[in-house]
């Protein structure tokens, strides 16, 4: 008896090994990689916003989405919302293929998945931009970044939740903030919704 415990005792702390080395550390006590709770940010006028909680919280807002059994990050930045996915209104009332996702300051942008780093450009309108291929056809989008994080290449596979870049005003944007796609065979979808 003692020893059939002791083997499942072993048994689970090997699970919880493999476990660990798959789930990426925790970052500001919030979920793993993609922002706790995200928030409209405060005295700007998003257009396009979603219905919002108590404090600006996003309703019924969760971090982590899985997309043809992949597991992304919905906000891979310590921001807040500064633009929706969808049209915008006045102006132009541009469609907008992404999360706008302010940080003021430069900071740190994350891997929103496991994935291989398929792209890194200098674009008109996106600046500097970095795609990650998930597999599956599914990829995702980090425009008008400031700078990249050493090793990050073209060809590396990265983690979730791996530091790629900062965030920047690169290309046409008016304020440091990550621009943030989920594209599903090359279709951007909106991040906030897409998944379960
Ligand atoms: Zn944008």
């Known amino acids: 008896m003692r020893s059939v415990t002791g083997v499942l005792w072993i048994m689970c ?3 919880a090994l493999a476990a660990c080395a798959t789930t990426p550390q ?4 919030g979920a793993p990689y993609s922002m706790h709770n995200l928030r409209v940010c405060p005295g700007m006028s998003v257009s396009n916003a979603p219905a919002t909680a108590e404090g600006g919280v996003i309703a019924g807002y ?17 921001g ?10 006045g102006g132009a009332g541009s469609f907008h293929d992404g999360l706008d996702l302010y940080t ?3 900071r740190p942008v994350l891997a929103g998945g496991d994935g291989r780093i398929a792209s890194i450009a200098d674009k008109r309108g996106y600046g500097l931009v970095i795609e990650i291929d998930h597999g599956a056809g599914v990829s995702t989008r980090y425009a008008h970044l400031s700078a990249l994080a050493p090793e990050i290449r073209e060809g590396v596979r990265v983690r979730a939740g791996e530091t790629i870049a900062r965030t920047g005003d690169s290309g046409n944007a008016t304020a ?3 621009h943030y796609e ?15």
Request: hydrophobic fraction near 45%.
């Open 182 to 196: 989920i594209l599903v065979d090359g279709q951007a979808r909106d991040p906030l919704m897409i998944g379960d």
């Open 62 to 78: 969760s971090p982590l989405t899985v997309v043809r059994d992949v597991m992304l990050a919905r906000a891979p930045v310590d």
């Open 13 to 15: 702390v090997s699970l």
């Open 80 to 89: 807040c919302l500064s633009s929706a996915f969808g049209r915008r209104s």
């Open 26 to 29: 925790p970052q500001g006590g």
């Open 104 to 106: 003021g300051a430069p």
């Open 176 to 178: 440091v903030h990550l």
